[in-house]
């Protein structure tokens, strides 16, 4: 996951701050769609530094977190499981002969 992975959203800020955050988009959203977790700044003068802010919150919140666990935890897929399984290396063949069975 990085940062091109999210929907980035600027605004200005509004409030107070007068004439720069009336004239600037310094205000910051960002959206992680997968987890569906926000992050937005606001507080400071800087774009950029709103936007490490509010990126910093967006991974730092509960959903964000549930997120990145089942991504790190989750096992291999039945699909992947099969693969693995049916690998020649992996699959043993027995054949009889004269009533005994011997593996080929």
Known sequence: MTADDCEWQYFRAGGKGGQHQNKSSSGVRV????????GESRE???QFQNRKKAFRRMVESAAFKVWMNRMLFQGP????????????????????????WKQT
């Open 77 to 100: 897929t039945a699909e992947e499981r099969v693969a693995k399984d049916m690998d020649p290396k992996n699959i043993k063949v027995e054949v009889r002969e004269n009533g005994v």
């Open 31 to 38: 959206i992680h769609h997968p987890s569906g977790a926000r």
């Open 44 to 46: 400071e003068r800087s």
